[in-house]
């Protein structure tokens, strides 16, 4: 029955299209689909398809960025989610979960850079409408400003003018 059960975890594992895998408190993989081989260490693919042990006991120190965050979900069995985990250029969701305390951990990757990116690109030219607002907004200011000077001057002189043609 055990052996049933793991057989089906095992399959459902490798069937999910997230990228997937279990980390031991030795941070070495216990088990991972191929969506995450092909997401963070393509280049143990044939590894991973050559052998049904996969990428099993390769340390995930080696394969995973974000190493530090595992640590701290071992230690503490708070789950971490990151939904913005920029790497290589490319935006992924990441959440790393505790499955045994101080023992094993899951991380679930999914590659969100093609929804990210439209979005990064409309913020972009948001900021740069901005800033061009912005400069023209302060050349308006420094124009009216300039143009309030010479007003000044100009009032100041034909007020001092009419003054002093009333005092003669």
């Known amino acids: ?15 999910i299209p997230s990228a997937m895998v279990v980390v031991d408190e030795r941070l ?3 088990e991972a689909n191929e969506a995450f081989v092909k997401m963070w260490a393509i ?5 991973f398809n050559s052998f049904d042990e996969g990428i099993q006991g390769a340390s995930v120190e080696r394969i995973f960025p974000s190493v530090d965050n595992l640590r701290e979900v071992l230690a503490t069995g708070e789950n971490i989610h990151i939904k913005r985990y920029s790497y ?21 990757a999914t590659d969100i850079t093609k929804f990210e990116q439209p979005r990064e690109e ?6 740069e409408v901005i800033a ?11 124009l009216l400003g300039e143009h309030m000077v010479d007003t000044e001057l100009l009032l100041s002189s034909i007020a001092e003018s009419y003054d002093s043609d009333k005092e003669s």
């Open 28 to 30: 070495k993989v216990i």
């Open 43 to 47: 280049d143990m693919l044939d590894v």
């Open 88 to 108: 290589n250029d490319k935006i992924y969701d990441l959440k790393i979960f505790s499955i045994e305390l101080n023992r094993i951990v899951g991380i679930q």
């Open 1 to 15: 029955m055990k052996k049933d059960f793991d057989d089906y975890s095992s399959a459902l594992l490798q069937k």
């Open 132 to 142: 061009k607002n912005i400069a023209v907004v302060q050349n308006i200011a420094f």
């Open 122 to 127: 409309i913020a972009k030219q948001a900021r």
